[in-house]
Protein backbone atom coordinates (compact mmCIF):
# COMPACT_ATOMS: atom_id res chain seq x y z
CA UNK A 1 0.00 0.00 0.00
CA UNK A 2 1.17 3.30 -0.52
CA UNK A 3 1.28 5.99 2.20
CA UNK A 4 1.97 9.97 2.56
CA UNK A 5 2.78 11.39 6.12
CA UNK A 6 2.07 14.56 6.81
CA UNK A 7 3.09 16.13 9.81
CA UNK A 8 2.03 19.36 11.34
CA UNK A 9 4.16 22.21 11.13
CA UNK A 10 5.85 22.85 13.75
CA UNK A 11 5.95 26.39 15.74
CA UNK A 12 9.63 27.76 14.88
CA UNK A 13 9.90 26.65 11.28
CA UNK A 14 10.24 28.33 11.14
CA UNK A 15 45.89 17.12 -1.86
CA UNK A 16 60.68 12.75 -5.35
CA UNK A 17 60.24 15.43 -7.99
CA UNK A 18 56.92 16.34 -9.98
CA UNK A 19 56.78 17.61 -13.18
CA UNK A 20 54.07 20.03 -14.54
CA UNK A 21 53.30 20.09 -17.92
CA UNK A 22 50.66 22.82 -19.79
CA UNK A 23 48.99 20.86 -23.11
CA UNK A 24 46.74 22.65 -25.70
CA UNK A 25 42.88 23.77 -25.06
CA UNK A 26 40.42 21.11 -25.43
CA UNK A 27 38.20 22.55 -28.42
CA UNK A 28 34.46 22.08 -27.11
CA UNK A 29 31.32 21.55 -28.99
CA UNK A 30 28.63 23.53 -29.06
CA UNK A 31 26.05 22.10 -26.61
CA UNK A 32 22.17 22.50 -26.27
CA UNK A 33 20.31 23.04 -23.26
CA UNK A 34 16.72 22.57 -23.38
CA UNK A 35 14.67 24.76 -21.26
CA UNK A 36 10.70 25.81 -20.75
CA UNK A 37 9.12 27.29 -24.12
CA UNK A 38 12.19 26.16 -26.28
CA UNK A 39 16.18 25.44 -26.26
CA UNK A 40 19.27 27.77 -25.70
CA UNK A 41 22.71 27.32 -27.60
CA UNK A 42 25.34 29.67 -26.85
CA UNK A 43 28.97 29.18 -28.32
CA UNK A 44 31.39 28.58 -25.49
CA UNK A 45 33.64 31.33 -24.66
CA UNK A 46 35.48 29.77 -21.76
CA UNK A 47 38.22 27.31 -22.49
CA UNK A 48 39.52 24.24 -21.09
CA UNK A 49 43.40 22.96 -20.80
CA UNK A 50 45.06 20.41 -19.39
CA UNK A 51 47.64 20.46 -15.78
CA UNK A 52 49.37 17.26 -15.99
CA UNK A 53 51.40 16.05 -13.05
CA UNK A 54 53.89 13.02 -12.90
CA UNK A 55 55.63 11.47 -10.16
CA UNK A 56 57.71 8.32 -10.82
CA UNK A 57 59.05 6.47 -7.74
CA UNK A 58 59.57 2.81 -6.47
CA UNK A 59 56.53 2.61 -4.62
CA UNK A 60 54.52 4.43 -6.80
CA UNK A 61 53.25 6.06 -9.77
CA UNK A 62 51.41 9.13 -10.70
CA UNK A 63 49.81 10.53 -14.12
CA UNK A 64 46.87 13.04 -13.38
CA UNK A 65 45.18 15.32 -15.74
CA UNK A 66 43.79 17.83 -14.13
CA UNK A 67 41.17 20.63 -15.99
CA UNK A 68 42.00 23.86 -16.21
CA UNK A 69 39.49 26.62 -16.58
CA UNK A 70 40.27 29.86 -19.20
CA UNK A 71 38.99 32.96 -20.21
CA UNK A 72 35.94 33.26 -16.80
CA UNK A 73 35.09 36.87 -16.49
CA UNK A 74 35.74 36.72 -12.70
CA UNK A 75 39.52 35.93 -12.26
CA UNK A 76 39.01 35.37 -8.38
CA UNK A 77 36.01 32.56 -9.25
CA UNK A 78 38.15 30.99 -12.38
CA UNK A 79 41.38 30.47 -9.58
CA UNK A 80 38.89 29.37 -6.81
CA UNK A 81 37.26 26.76 -9.11
CA UNK A 82 41.25 25.24 -10.52
CA UNK A 83 42.43 25.21 -7.14
CA UNK A 84 39.64 23.57 -6.01
CA UNK A 85 39.35 20.67 -8.64
CA UNK A 86 43.70 20.39 -8.70
CA UNK A 87 43.40 19.72 -4.72
CA UNK A 88 41.05 17.23 -5.27
CA UNK A 89 42.83 15.91 -7.60
CA UNK A 90 46.61 15.78 -5.62
CA UNK A 91 44.58 14.74 -2.15
CA UNK A 92 43.46 11.14 -3.98
CA UNK A 93 47.22 11.20 -5.67
CA UNK A 94 48.72 12.06 -2.13
CA UNK A 95 46.69 9.27 -0.34
CA UNK A 96 47.68 6.20 -2.88
CA UNK A 97 51.25 7.26 -2.95
CA UNK A 98 51.01 7.07 1.19
CA UNK A 99 49.66 3.37 0.90
CA UNK A 100 52.22 2.88 -1.90
CA UNK A 101 55.23 3.70 0.41
CA UNK A 102 53.79 1.89 3.34
CA UNK A 103 53.23 -1.09 1.26
CA UNK A 104 56.54 -0.76 -0.46
CA UNK A 105 57.79 -0.70 3.48
CA UNK A 106 56.21 -3.69 4.28
CA UNK A 107 57.10 -5.83 1.28
CA UNK A 108 61.02 -4.97 2.03
CA UNK A 109 60.64 -6.07 5.74
CA UNK A 110 59.36 -9.36 4.58
CA UNK A 111 61.54 -9.87 1.55
CA UNK A 112 58.70 -9.47 -1.23
CA UNK A 113 58.96 -8.24 -4.74
CA UNK A 114 58.72 -4.52 -4.60
CA UNK A 115 55.83 -2.98 -7.20
CA UNK A 116 54.37 0.36 -7.28
CA UNK A 117 50.67 1.57 -6.38
CA UNK A 118 49.78 3.86 -9.31
CA UNK A 119 47.09 6.64 -8.96
CA UNK A 120 45.68 8.25 -12.59
CA UNK A 121 43.25 10.69 -13.53
CA UNK A 122 41.66 12.13 -16.90
CA UNK A 123 38.40 14.05 -17.44
CA UNK A 124 35.75 15.28 -20.28
CA UNK A 125 33.99 18.48 -20.19
CA UNK A 126 30.59 17.48 -21.39
CA UNK A 127 29.26 21.11 -21.22
CA UNK A 128 30.62 24.95 -21.54
CA UNK A 129 27.94 27.53 -22.08
CA UNK A 130 25.62 29.53 -20.69
CA UNK A 131 27.60 30.04 -17.37
CA UNK A 132 27.62 26.55 -16.67
CA UNK A 133 30.43 24.37 -17.18
CA UNK A 134 30.27 20.31 -16.95
CA UNK A 135 33.64 18.33 -16.06
CA UNK A 136 33.57 14.48 -15.17
CA UNK A 137 36.62 13.26 -13.84
CA UNK A 138 37.68 9.69 -13.27
CA UNK A 139 39.88 8.93 -10.47
CA UNK A 140 41.76 5.43 -11.48
CA UNK A 141 44.18 3.30 -8.81
CA UNK A 142 45.65 0.30 -8.79
CA UNK A 143 46.87 -1.13 -5.61
CA UNK A 144 47.94 -4.63 -7.11
CA UNK A 145 44.44 -6.02 -6.33
CA UNK A 146 42.44 -8.60 -8.88
CA UNK A 147 41.77 -6.04 -11.09
CA UNK A 148 42.26 -1.64 -11.27
CA UNK A 149 39.54 0.71 -9.34
CA UNK A 150 38.16 3.36 -10.23
CA UNK A 151 35.41 6.42 -9.07
CA UNK A 152 33.66 9.66 -11.20
CA UNK A 153 33.73 12.78 -9.66
CA UNK A 154 31.85 15.49 -11.30
CA UNK A 155 32.30 19.06 -11.36
CA UNK A 156 29.80 21.41 -12.24
CA UNK A 157 30.35 24.77 -11.50
CA UNK A 158 28.01 28.37 -12.35
CA UNK A 159 30.71 30.69 -13.45
CA UNK A 160 28.97 32.96 -12.50
CA UNK A 161 29.01 32.85 -8.82
CA UNK A 162 31.81 30.10 -8.75
CA UNK A 163 29.17 27.65 -6.65
CA UNK A 164 28.66 23.99 -7.43
CA UNK A 165 25.69 23.09 -8.57
CA UNK A 166 23.70 20.42 -7.50
CA UNK A 167 20.89 18.72 -9.41
CA UNK A 168 17.77 20.40 -7.99
CA UNK A 169 19.41 23.69 -9.14
CA UNK A 170 18.77 22.53 -12.74
CA UNK A 171 15.03 22.84 -11.85
CA UNK A 172 11.84 24.67 -11.39
CA UNK A 173 10.95 23.94 -8.09
CA UNK A 174 7.63 22.22 -9.10
CA UNK A 175 9.67 19.67 -11.24
CA UNK A 176 9.57 16.42 -9.53
CA UNK A 177 12.98 15.51 -10.95
CA UNK A 178 13.84 12.70 -8.45
CA UNK A 179 10.53 10.31 -8.85
CA UNK A 180 11.30 11.07 -12.70
CA UNK A 181 14.70 10.71 -12.43
CA UNK A 182 14.35 7.46 -10.21
CA UNK A 183 11.44 5.96 -13.12
CA UNK A 184 13.27 6.29 -15.41
CA UNK A 185 16.74 4.45 -14.83
CA UNK A 186 14.59 1.73 -13.25
CA UNK A 187 13.14 1.57 -17.03
CA UNK A 188 16.61 2.00 -18.52
CA UNK A 189 17.80 -0.98 -16.04
CA UNK A 190 15.03 -3.38 -17.18
CA UNK A 191 16.10 -3.32 -20.82
CA UNK A 192 19.06 -5.29 -19.71
CA UNK A 193 18.38 -6.15 -15.83
CA UNK A 194 21.30 -8.78 -16.09
CA UNK A 195 23.98 -6.39 -16.21
CA UNK A 196 22.74 -5.14 -12.35
CA UNK A 197 22.42 -6.08 -9.23
CA UNK A 198 18.71 -6.92 -8.28
CA UNK A 199 16.82 -6.70 -4.85
CA UNK A 200 16.66 -4.30 -2.08
CA UNK A 201 19.89 -4.42 -0.39
CA UNK A 202 22.11 -3.96 -3.79
CA UNK A 203 19.57 -3.10 -6.03
CA UNK A 204 19.12 0.42 -7.34
CA UNK A 205 16.16 2.10 -5.21
CA UNK A 206 16.94 5.92 -5.54
CA UNK A 207 19.16 8.19 -6.39
CA UNK A 208 20.92 10.20 -3.82
CA UNK A 209 20.97 14.23 -2.69
CA UNK A 210 24.48 14.70 -4.09
CA UNK A 211 24.41 12.23 -6.57
CA UNK A 212 26.63 12.92 -9.18
CA UNK A 213 25.79 13.99 -12.56
CA UNK A 214 26.83 15.87 -15.67
CA UNK A 215 24.86 17.78 -18.82
CA UNK A 216 25.63 17.18 -22.36
CA UNK A 217 23.53 17.75 -25.32
CA UNK A 218 20.34 18.02 -23.82
CA UNK A 219 20.49 15.87 -21.56
CA UNK A 220 21.92 15.09 -17.75
CA UNK A 221 23.80 11.96 -17.13
CA UNK A 222 24.07 10.71 -13.85
CA UNK A 223 26.98 8.52 -12.96
CA UNK A 224 27.45 5.85 -10.72
CA UNK A 225 30.33 4.05 -9.88
CA UNK A 226 31.23 0.35 -9.56
CA UNK A 227 29.59 -1.70 -7.18
CA UNK A 228 27.03 0.81 -6.36
CA UNK A 229 24.14 -0.53 -8.29
CA UNK A 230 26.22 -3.00 -10.50
CA UNK A 231 28.93 -5.49 -10.54
CA UNK A 232 32.54 -4.67 -11.52
CA UNK A 233 32.26 -6.28 -15.34
CA UNK A 234 28.88 -4.02 -15.78
CA UNK A 235 31.97 -0.74 -15.42
CA UNK A 236 30.25 2.79 -13.82
CA UNK A 237 26.49 2.98 -15.19
CA UNK A 238 25.11 5.83 -16.82
CA UNK A 239 22.08 7.30 -17.40
CA UNK A 240 21.24 9.29 -20.02
CA UNK A 241 18.53 11.22 -18.78
CA UNK A 242 16.61 14.26 -21.90
CA UNK A 243 15.64 17.37 -20.37
CA UNK A 244 12.10 17.00 -22.45
CA UNK A 245 11.29 14.35 -19.98
CA UNK A 246 11.01 17.07 -17.13
CA UNK A 247 7.50 18.80 -17.57
CA UNK A 248 8.02 21.04 -14.72
CA UNK A 249 10.53 23.14 -16.56
CA UNK A 250 14.51 23.36 -16.58
CA UNK A 251 16.02 26.32 -15.41
CA UNK A 252 18.40 28.40 -17.94
CA UNK A 253 20.73 30.60 -15.57
CA UNK A 254 21.63 31.24 -12.30
CA UNK A 255 22.42 34.74 -10.69
CA UNK A 256 24.62 36.08 -7.06
CA UNK A 257 22.52 37.36 -4.36
CA UNK A 258 23.57 39.03 -1.41
CA UNK A 259 22.24 36.56 1.99
CA UNK A 260 21.79 37.89 4.84
CA UNK A 261 23.07 34.47 6.41
CA UNK A 262 24.81 31.70 5.50
CA UNK A 263 23.11 27.78 5.40
CA UNK A 264 24.88 24.96 4.99
CA UNK A 265 23.43 21.34 5.12
CA UNK A 266 23.88 18.45 7.48
CA UNK A 267 23.32 15.41 5.97
CA UNK A 268 22.13 12.05 7.57
CA UNK A 269 21.98 9.00 5.40
CA UNK A 270 21.05 5.29 6.80
CA UNK A 271 20.11 2.04 4.78
CA UNK A 272 18.64 -0.97 6.25
CA UNK A 273 16.18 -3.04 5.25
CA UNK A 274 13.31 -1.09 5.97
CA UNK A 275 14.20 2.18 4.76
CA UNK A 276 17.03 3.81 2.93
CA UNK A 277 17.29 7.90 3.70
CA UNK A 278 18.98 10.65 2.38
CA UNK A 279 18.75 13.61 3.99
CA UNK A 280 20.20 17.55 4.14
CA UNK A 281 19.09 19.72 6.64
CA UNK A 282 19.63 23.53 6.94
CA UNK A 283 21.92 24.53 9.32
CA UNK A 284 21.86 28.55 9.61
CA UNK A 285 25.30 30.07 10.88
CA UNK A 286 26.59 33.44 11.86
CA UNK A 287 22.72 35.09 13.55
CA UNK A 288 23.94 37.22 16.24
CA UNK A 289 21.53 35.65 18.52
CA UNK A 290 22.82 32.13 19.00
CA UNK A 291 19.98 31.33 20.89
CA UNK A 292 16.99 32.26 17.79
CA UNK A 293 20.03 30.83 15.59
CA UNK A 294 19.97 27.57 17.76
CA UNK A 295 15.92 27.07 18.03
CA UNK A 296 15.13 27.27 14.41
CA UNK A 297 17.92 24.51 13.43
CA UNK A 298 16.72 22.10 15.86
CA UNK A 299 13.33 22.64 14.54
CA UNK A 300 14.40 21.72 11.11
CA UNK A 301 16.18 18.55 12.34
CA UNK A 302 13.74 17.59 14.67
CA UNK A 303 10.85 17.78 11.78
CA UNK A 304 13.07 15.52 9.06
CA UNK A 305 13.99 13.33 12.22
CA UNK A 306 10.54 12.71 12.81
CA UNK A 307 9.55 11.84 9.73
CA UNK A 308 12.09 9.57 9.30
CA UNK A 309 11.17 7.53 12.60
CA UNK A 310 7.40 7.58 11.37
CA UNK A 311 8.55 6.04 8.04
CA UNK A 312 10.80 3.54 9.50
CA UNK A 313 7.93 2.01 11.75
CA UNK A 314 5.72 1.96 8.70
CA UNK A 315 9.05 0.03 6.66
CA UNK A 316 9.26 -2.18 9.41
CA UNK A 317 5.40 -3.10 9.40
CA UNK A 318 5.48 -3.32 5.62
CA UNK A 319 8.28 -5.60 5.60
CA UNK A 320 6.32 -7.92 8.45
CA UNK A 321 3.02 -7.73 6.24
CA UNK A 322 5.24 -8.92 3.48
CA UNK A 323 6.72 -11.98 5.54
CA UNK A 324 3.43 -13.06 6.52
CA UNK A 325 1.02 -12.54 3.57
CA UNK A 326 4.05 -14.43 1.24
CA UNK A 327 4.54 -11.44 -1.15
CA UNK A 328 8.24 -9.39 -1.09
CA UNK A 329 8.15 -5.53 -0.21
CA UNK A 330 9.39 -3.14 -2.06
CA UNK A 331 11.78 -1.24 0.27
CA UNK A 332 10.52 2.83 1.29
CA UNK A 333 12.90 5.42 0.34
CA UNK A 334 13.03 9.17 1.96
CA UNK A 335 14.34 11.81 0.72
CA UNK A 336 14.56 15.38 2.40
CA UNK A 337 16.38 18.05 0.61
CA UNK A 338 15.59 21.91 0.77
CA UNK A 339 15.68 25.41 -1.37
CA UNK A 340 16.32 28.70 -0.45
CA UNK A 341 14.72 30.93 -2.69
CA UNK A 342 14.73 33.98 -0.47
CA UNK A 343 17.85 35.16 1.69
CA UNK A 344 18.01 39.21 2.29
CA UNK A 345 16.99 42.14 4.29
CA UNK A 346 16.64 39.75 7.30
CA UNK A 347 14.38 37.56 5.83
CA UNK A 348 14.49 34.09 4.89
CA UNK A 349 12.28 31.60 2.86
CA UNK A 350 13.25 27.74 2.99
CA UNK A 351 11.45 25.32 1.66
CA UNK A 352 12.04 21.66 2.57
CA UNK A 353 11.06 18.61 0.13
CA UNK A 354 10.13 15.72 1.46
CA UNK A 355 9.93 12.81 -1.51
CA UNK A 356 8.79 9.44 0.07
CA UNK A 357 8.44 6.26 -1.88
CA UNK A 358 6.03 3.48 0.08
CA UNK A 359 6.09 1.18 -2.43
CA UNK A 360 3.27 2.33 -5.04
CA UNK A 361 3.54 3.16 -8.41
CA UNK A 362 5.70 6.30 -7.95
CA UNK A 363 6.87 8.26 -5.11
CA UNK A 364 5.17 11.22 -3.06
CA UNK A 365 6.09 14.70 -2.26
CA UNK A 366 5.08 16.90 0.47
CA UNK A 367 6.48 20.64 0.66
CA UNK A 368 6.97 22.63 3.48
CA UNK A 369 8.15 26.31 3.72
CA UNK A 370 9.36 28.18 6.27
CA UNK A 371 9.64 32.31 6.12
CA UNK A 372 11.40 33.79 8.98
CA UNK A 373 12.11 36.87 10.15
CA UNK A 374 15.72 36.47 11.44
CA UNK A 375 15.36 39.67 13.47
CA UNK A 376 13.06 38.02 15.86
CA UNK A 377 13.02 34.89 14.54
CA UNK A 378 9.01 34.49 14.13
CA UNK A 379 7.52 33.18 11.15
CA UNK A 380 6.47 35.22 8.63
CA UNK A 381 2.64 34.92 7.69
CA UNK A 382 1.13 35.87 4.44
CA UNK A 383 -1.11 38.42 6.28
CA UNK A 384 2.23 39.99 7.78
CA UNK A 385 2.88 41.67 4.29
CA UNK A 386 0.14 43.70 3.63
CA UNK A 387 -1.26 46.69 5.77
CA UNK A 388 -3.93 46.68 7.73
CA UNK A 389 -7.45 46.50 6.01
CA UNK A 390 -6.26 44.97 3.11
CA UNK A 391 -8.32 42.07 1.90
CA UNK A 392 -5.20 40.30 0.82
CA UNK A 393 -7.15 36.72 0.51
CA UNK A 394 -9.43 37.97 -1.70
CA UNK A 395 -6.68 39.60 -3.92
CA UNK A 396 -4.28 36.58 -4.40
CA UNK A 397 -7.18 34.44 -4.50
CA UNK A 398 -8.50 36.19 -7.80
CA UNK A 399 -5.30 35.91 -9.32
CA UNK A 400 -4.72 32.13 -8.46
CA UNK A 401 -8.43 31.65 -10.49
CA UNK A 402 -6.90 33.70 -12.95
CA UNK A 403 -4.01 31.59 -13.22
CA UNK A 404 -5.66 28.52 -13.53
CA UNK A 405 -8.42 29.67 -15.92
CA UNK A 406 -5.44 30.00 -18.26
CA UNK A 407 -4.49 26.43 -17.72
CA UNK A 408 -6.10 23.36 -18.63
CA UNK A 409 -4.08 20.90 -15.99
CA UNK A 410 -5.99 21.37 -13.18
CA UNK A 411 -9.13 19.40 -11.80
CA UNK A 412 -12.28 20.37 -13.82
CA UNK A 413 -14.14 23.13 -11.42
CA UNK A 414 -10.90 23.24 -9.42
CA UNK A 415 -11.21 26.69 -10.00
CA UNK A 416 -14.49 27.68 -9.32
CA UNK A 417 -14.60 25.28 -6.01
CA UNK A 418 -11.73 28.15 -4.96
CA UNK A 419 -13.21 30.32 -2.69
CA UNK A 420 -9.90 31.31 -0.97
CA UNK A 421 -7.09 30.85 0.46
CA UNK A 422 -6.50 29.41 3.78
CA UNK A 423 -4.80 31.49 7.12
CA UNK A 424 -2.46 29.23 6.66
CA UNK A 425 -1.58 28.58 2.97
CA UNK A 426 1.78 27.61 1.93
CA UNK A 427 3.91 30.39 0.06
CA UNK A 428 7.14 31.08 -0.42
CA UNK A 429 8.95 33.77 -1.31
CA UNK A 430 10.62 34.94 -4.65
CA UNK A 431 12.75 37.52 -5.83
CA UNK A 432 10.14 39.05 -7.52
CA UNK A 433 7.17 38.21 -5.73
CA UNK A 434 4.88 35.63 -3.12
CA UNK A 435 4.46 31.88 -4.85
CA UNK A 436 2.16 30.28 -3.58
CA UNK A 437 1.65 26.31 -4.27
CA UNK A 438 -0.23 23.16 -3.07
CA UNK A 439 0.32 19.53 -2.62
CA UNK A 440 0.02 17.33 -5.17
CA UNK A 441 -3.51 16.33 -5.61
CA UNK A 442 -4.76 18.78 -3.84
CA UNK A 443 -6.24 20.84 -7.05
CA UNK A 444 -4.49 19.13 -10.05
CA UNK A 445 -3.05 15.20 -11.13
CA UNK A 446 -0.02 13.83 -9.42
CA UNK A 447 1.51 14.43 -13.04
CA UNK A 448 1.09 17.91 -12.36
CA UNK A 449 3.51 18.08 -9.70
CA UNK A 450 3.20 20.96 -6.98
CA UNK A 451 0.83 23.31 -8.21
CA UNK A 452 2.40 27.13 -8.03
CA UNK A 453 1.28 30.55 -8.33
CA UNK A 454 3.51 33.64 -8.39
CA UNK A 455 1.98 36.95 -6.95
CA UNK A 456 4.08 39.66 -8.64
CA UNK A 457 5.00 42.25 -5.94
CA UNK A 458 4.31 44.61 -8.50
CA UNK A 459 1.00 43.70 -8.23
CA UNK A 460 0.77 44.16 -4.39
CA UNK A 461 3.19 47.04 -4.43
CA UNK A 462 0.53 49.33 -2.90
CA UNK A 463 -1.08 46.90 -0.25
CA UNK A 464 2.55 45.79 0.94
CA UNK A 465 4.30 47.06 4.16
CA UNK A 466 7.10 44.27 4.33
CA UNK A 467 10.21 45.36 2.69
CA UNK A 468 11.38 42.21 0.66
CA UNK A 469 10.57 43.86 -2.82
CA UNK A 470 13.35 44.90 -5.38
Not at 36 to 44: A, D, E, K, L
Request: aromatic letters at 12%; glycine letters at 6%.
Amino acid sequence: MKKIFYLGLIGMLSLGVTSFVKAAPISQPVSTLYVQGGQITVHPEVKVSTKEVKDSQEAYKINLQIPVLEGVQDKEIQTAINTFMEKDALAFAEDIKNQGLEFTADSKKQGWKVRPYTASTSYKVTYKQNNIVSIACTYYNYTLGAHENYEIKTFNFNLTTGKQLALKDLFNKNENYISVMNEEIQKQIKLNPSKYFSGKDQGFVSIKLDQPFGIEDGNVILYFNPYEIAPYSTGAPQFKLPFSLFKGGVKAGYKLKADSVKVVPESISEKNEALTSNIKIPVLKGLKDEKMQSEINKAFQKRALELKEQMTIEGKKSLEDAKNYGYEAKPYSLLVDYDISYNEKNVISITSTYHQYTGGAHGNILTETSNINLKTGDKILLKDFFKEGVNYKKIITEEIKKQMAADNKFYPGAAAALDSISDDQPFYIADDGIVIYYQPYEIAPYAVGTPEFKIPFSMLKDSLKVDVTH
